[in-house]
């Protein structure tokens, strides 16, 4: 038995390790995945800023636009935050909005003050700096031409003196630096970063402008940090450490003295005149954003799971090795639920804002770690709205974000935002009262979720879709007890059928398995990727169409296939080309489906007939259709941002609002009526949802 307790031990030793590193990387992993949780949003005094650089016939704007960069008044009374639709001026003590500043173009990626605060300069994607008088609100100058085009990214200069950019044009990638205090044009300095093209550089500017450090993968997956000379574009030294991969974030500190670079999980700061690291912050997993104190003794970082730690940056204590090092931060600030993007200290360094992707800027007091106010609404990319049918909650989801977000309709304001953890909400009901949702995790999961409670009401089982890839496509009837699905990857061409109200359920799944329903109908037909899906208003057919440019209707009753449309066109092998978007008139009688630019309009009081009565060309790509609830007009959202009014009857263009175009980012995702039928929304990518006055502009268009 003595020769079997050493063997023992040393197993419940391996044991008793195993069981400490597992709980350490469940508690690691389970900082990066939050749960589901839903936030109750404080309402503001004064909900005026929904009706600010409104478009004309446009009655009110919901959200803000994405969040790209955030700064303080040298004074520190205000900051403003540079979005897809302007810049959004706020007073830094309560959080309140101030105005919006709106250009020319409108998708702003870098802002900075002047240094007596007068001035706010904003560069835009196409390269045109925007320059505002910040006490009169005006926009007095815009620099064209002469500035990169098609930008990325951008760092301002703390003076807004100079900028530096990162511009791609033919795929070949370019930084300069712009001194914008020598007059118009402002004078350019190009800077070659690296040979190896398609990997953008991160780049920062020194705060006396004296110095731009760049990195990007080199040969070999290096990541070395290159420190140039702003004005000339001389090379001055090279940083590099072999353990430091893949450089996410660089930032000078204000005393110009260290450079902080961060890679997927580690801070380094860089001493600059000795060239070497000066300090190690061992942190948490994905790194996505960094920001120096006024005083430079507190360093921010923000990473992919909404979390924000504060570091002492004037760490002295040596560890065995040599090297200054730290394991925790200072501060851990827990609020947001996705992306860090942009941070700003106040110029006292004793308040800290974070902007995340969550669509939430957050106020914190850097003594304490206590949140002192919230800015919501700065939302991007917005998939899918609807309305709830007593008029008075707007919900969108956000699936890139995992986000779904109600809207107050009477003020324009956000009252909750619901959080999902490996959950993505997808599409919502007509009525709002239920969305789809696509679950990941060892095995993806379809289901159907309740709005109101937001909690599970099925499993949408029976597929048979791959678990890997689940890109779907999906839409539900105006009654929502229908949802059809289908996918653009494997299965290609098949949509099922669930029918909510009366689940297709053996006893047994009754019984063991209650939240699982199966299709009711399983349509096969499509040979190719079906990328538009469209219940008629009573609920009978099902539309189908996408590559192939072919359009199926489908009976719900039945599960039989009524009719296919494809006598228009002529393809070729490999043709990819497809019919992206079906809309149903109200009365059910008329389908209207788009083919790039052009709209076809389809009789279906006769299935037997296979021609359109129609064909409209609206010389801008179509990306949404929707009919007014009289069937009159057609409205068609274009690639460039506009809605197009169009006479069913004649084909007629009756009249052409621009609302959400913002020189770059303008797709259009969706077009509804509120259930009043006097209100229109539409929804940009950039977004931003817009009410409009519908009376008002069919009455104008008379």
């Known amino acids: 038995m003595k020769v079997l307790r050493h063997p023992i031990a040393l197993m419940y030793l391996v044991f008793i390790v195993l069981v400490v590193v597992g709980i350490l990387f469940v508690s690691k992993v389970s900082d990066v995945f939050v749960r589901d949780s839903t936030e109750l949003i404080p309402q503001p005094t004064s909900t005026e800023y929904t009706r600010w650089e409104l478009p004309k016939d446009a009655k009110a704007r919901f959200g803000k636009g994405g969040i790209r960069d955030i700064k303080f008044s040298p004074d ?61 609100g005006e926009l007095h100058t815009l620099l064209k031409g002469e500035t990169a085009e098609n930008l990325y990214k951008v760092d301002f200069s703390e003076d807004s003196t100079k900028l530096a950019s990162v511009s791609i044009h033919r795929g070949i990638e370019k930084v300069q630096v712009s001194n914008l205090d020598t007059g118009i044009p402002p004078t350019i ?138 394991t925790l931060p200072t501060l851990k600030l827990r609020k947001h639920k996705a992306d860090i993007v942009a941070f700003a200290f106040s110029p006292d360094g004793k308040m800290l804002l974070s902007g995340s992707k969550d669509g939430t800027i957050r106020a914190w007091d850097t003594t304490t770690g206590r949140q002192q106010y919230i800015c919501p609404g700065h939302v991007n990319n917005v998939t899918d709205i609807a309305a709830s049918a007593d008029g008075n909650t707007l919900i969108y989801v956000h699936n890139g974000e995992n986000i779904l977000i109600k809207w107050d309709i009477n003020t324009g304001h956000p009252f909750s935002s619901s959080f999902f953890s490996l959950k993505s909400p997808l599409t919502v009901s007509q009525n709002a009262n239920k969305f789809v949702v696509k679950q990941f995790g060892f095995k993806q999961k379809i289901q159907l979720w309740d709005s109101a409670k937001i909690r599970l009401r099925y499993n949408l089982d029976g597929h048979g879709y791959p678990s890997e890839y689940l890109s779907l496509v999906n839409a539900f009837s105006a009654d929502e007890k229908m949802v059809a699905i289908t996918t653009t990857k494997y299965q290609i061409g098949t949509i099922h059928l669930w029918d909510t109200a009366n689940p297709s359920k053996t006893f047994w799944e009754r019984i063991f398995n209650p939240k699982s329903i199966h299709p009711r109908y399983t349509f096969q037909g499509n040979q190719r990727r079906v990328k538009a899906l469209a219940f008629s208003p009573n609920g009978k057919i099902l539309a189908s169409s996408g590559e192939g440019l072919k359009i199926n209707l489908w009976s719900t009753e039945t599960g039989d ?142």
């Open 561 to 702: 296939k009524l009719i296919t449309f494809d006598k228009l066109f002529t393809l070729t092998t490999g043709d990819q080309r497809s019919i992206d978007s079906l809309a149903f008139s109200p009365d059910g009688n008329m389908l209207a489906s788009s083919h790039i630019s052009t709209v076809y309009l389809w009789d279906l009081t006769d299935l037997t007939t296979a021609k359109p009565i129609r064909m409209i060309n609206t010389r801008n790509s179509v990306q949404v259709l929707l009919f007014s609830p009289d069937g009159r007009i057609l409205l068609s959202g274009g690639e460039d941002g506009s809605i197009r009014l169009i006479d069913s009857d004649s084909g007629q263009i009756l009249s052409i609002h621009t609302g959400h175009s913002d020189g770059t980012n303008s797709e259009f995702k969706k077009l509804i009526f509120l259930q009043d039928g006097k209100t229109l929304a539409s929804v940009g990518r950039n977004g931003t949802i817009l009410l409009w006055d519908w009376e008002r502009i069919v009455n104008r268009d008379n």
């Open 189 to 326: 300095t190009n800077i070659n970063v690296g040979e190896k093209e398609g990997i953008s550089p991160t780049i920062a500017l020194s705060p006396d402008n004296r110095l731009l450090a760049t990195s990007k993968e080199e040969k070999g997956e290096r990541y070395p940090i290159h420190v140039w000379n702003a004005d000339t574009g001389e090379r001055l030294f090279t940083l590099e450490r072999e353990d430091h991969e893949s450089i996410r974030g660089l930032v000078f500190s204000p005393d110009g003295k260290t450079l902080a670079s961060c890679d997927f999980d580690t801070i380094l700061l860089w001493d600059l005149d000795a060239k070497t690291v000066r300090a190690v912050f061992n942190t948490d997993l994905f790194l996505s954003a960094l920001a120096f104190s006024p005083n430079s003794k507190l360093l921010a970082s923000g990473y992919y799971d909404g979390n924000v730690n504060l570091w002492n940056a004037t760490v002295q204590q040596e560890e065995l090795a040599g090297e200054n090092s730290q």
């Open 76 to 136: 520190g009374a205000q900051f403003a935050v540079a979005t897809a639709i302007g810049v959004w001026m706020y007073d830094a003590k309560t959080g309140a909005e101030i105005t919006l500043l709106t250009g020319d173009r409108h998708y702003f990626l870098g802002i900075a003050f002047s240094s007596d605060g007068n001035t706010l300069s904003g560069v835009n994607l196409d390269g045109e700096i925007s320059r505002w008088d910040v006490g009169k």
